[in-house]
């Protein structure tokens, strides 16, 4: 990616996060940018494909700490909620929910390219959540991820309100991690 296309995607980052992507208009993240808005269609094509990458390359960022987390616990147990750790970390700096969902919510359209980035997000987790549990020999381990996700979601969901869930959720998902690899289950 070029400086320019770099700084595009930083500008539309802060402003679609912080506003909402369909409230953003193309002029905005040209001036936000410093660049002009042929330049931004000469790097991008379109408002929709700009919107995609904005998504992509904030999973690429999500997904790669979810994974220092996971590599960083010693007990195969533990990594199965690693990514509520990674939420801990994450939600610092990002205060107004989940990204991929607000952007599902304003982008209903299975076939927007956004929307598809999204989705296979929420899906990665959930298989990840598989994965970590089966490793962790943790019964029925689809069931597990589901209930898993439902809490990370969940925490993720309320986090602009002052309610303060993910404390709570991770307490709970850890709860879940113990019974489930508790002897006799």
Sequence with gaps: MTPAGRRIVTAAEEL?????ITSVG????AEYSGVTKRTLYNQFGSKDHLVAVYLAERDKRWRSRVRETVD?????AEAVTAPFETLRT????????????????ELPDPSHPAHRIAADQKHWL???FKELATAA???????LATRLLVLHEGALATQPLPLDTLPVSTDLAR???????????
């Excluded at 679609?16 to 909402?20: K, L």
């Excluded at 709860?175 to 289950?185: D, E, H, N, Q």
């Design 16 to 20: 679609f996060y912080d506003r909402g």
């Design 90 to 105: 994450w939600s610092e700096a990002n205060t107004r929910g989940c990204a991929f969902i607000n952007a599902l919510a």
């Design 126 to 128: 959930l298989t990840l």
């Design 72 to 76: 960083g616990c010693d007990d195969p």
């Design 137 to 143: 020999g943790c019964a029925d381990a689809d069931t």
């Design 26 to 29: 193309v002029d905005l993240i």
């Design 175 to 185: 709860a879940l991690v113990r019974a489930s690899t508790a002897p006799g289950r």
